[in-house]
């Protein structure tokens, strides 16, 4: 069975980092592109950033360029997300999912909450 | 970037059809694939993938969803319609990086 486990959100300061994971289990892990997806409370699906399976590659939108890396240690099956200067508009679900060119397994999702 | 525009919301009746609309400002074919996909998110819950290239039926979703479409636009139909159905549909494109539409939520009328 698929697995994807989320841990490392909470309340952060405005212009504070927070560093996110997600351990996958169930497949093999570095065989798969992994990508996070987040949600603000009421409003709709953002893309956040993917990695290629081997992590030669990131990818991100210009909301998060500079900002947030993602990277990935495939001996740990364990996926990352560094957040700096974080912004209030960066609170939200964040969400670990597998890419298959389609987001075909998610994890339940972490919160994070930027405020003074 | 590709960009997703979708309807706010539906509202269909027990046992009939929806169709949730989705139109690309660019062209989302690659070789054959249309790579469209789509999501639906009940409040409280992650989103679940529901169909993949356009109109794969993904793994345990029942037949009564399916998709179609091809370029730029693209549809979700439900039929028919079942209680547990009301939520919130996004689609998605993977054609250039990764974008969501905004989601249509469905309602029941």
């Known amino acids: 069975e698929v697995q994807l486990v989320e841990s490392g959100g909470g309340l952060v300061q405005p212009g504070r980092s927070l560093k996110l994971s997600c351990v996958a289990s169930?497949?093999?892990?570095?065989?798969?592109?992994m990508t996070w997806i987040r949600q603000a409370p009421g409003k709709g699906l953002e893309w956040v950033a993917s990695?290629?399976?081997?992590?030669?590659?990131?990818y991100y939108p210009d909301s998060v360029k500079g900002r947030f890396t993602i990277s990935r240690d495939n001996a740990k099956s364990t996926l990352y997300l560094q957040m700096n200067s974080l912004r209030s508009e960066d609170t939200a679900t964040y969400y670990c999912t597998r890419d298959s060119w389609d987001f075909d397994y998610w994890g339940q999702g972490v919160m994070v909450t930027v405020s003074s | 970037d590709i960009v997703l525009t979708q309807s706010p919301a539906l509202a269909v009746s027990l046992g009939q059809r929806a169709t949730i609309s989705c139109k690309t400002n660019?062209?989302?074919?690659?070789?054959?694939?249309?790579?469209m996909h789509w999501y639906q998110q009940k409040p409280g819950q992650q989103p679940k993938l529901l169909i993949y290239l356009a109109s794969n039926l993904a793994s345990g979703i029942p037949a009564r969803f399916s998709g179609r479409g091809s370029g730029t636009d693209f549809t979700l139909t439900i039929d028919p319609v079942e209680a547990d159905d009301t939520a919130t549909y996004y689609c998605q494109q993977s054609r250039n990086l990764r974008t969501f539409g905004g989601g249509t939520k469905l309602e029941l009328k």
């Open positions: 169930g497949f093999t892990f570095n065989n798969y592109w």
């Open positions: 660019q062209n989302v074919d690659y070789y054959g694939n249309s790579y």
């Open positions: 990695i290629t399976n081997t992590g030669g590659s990131t």
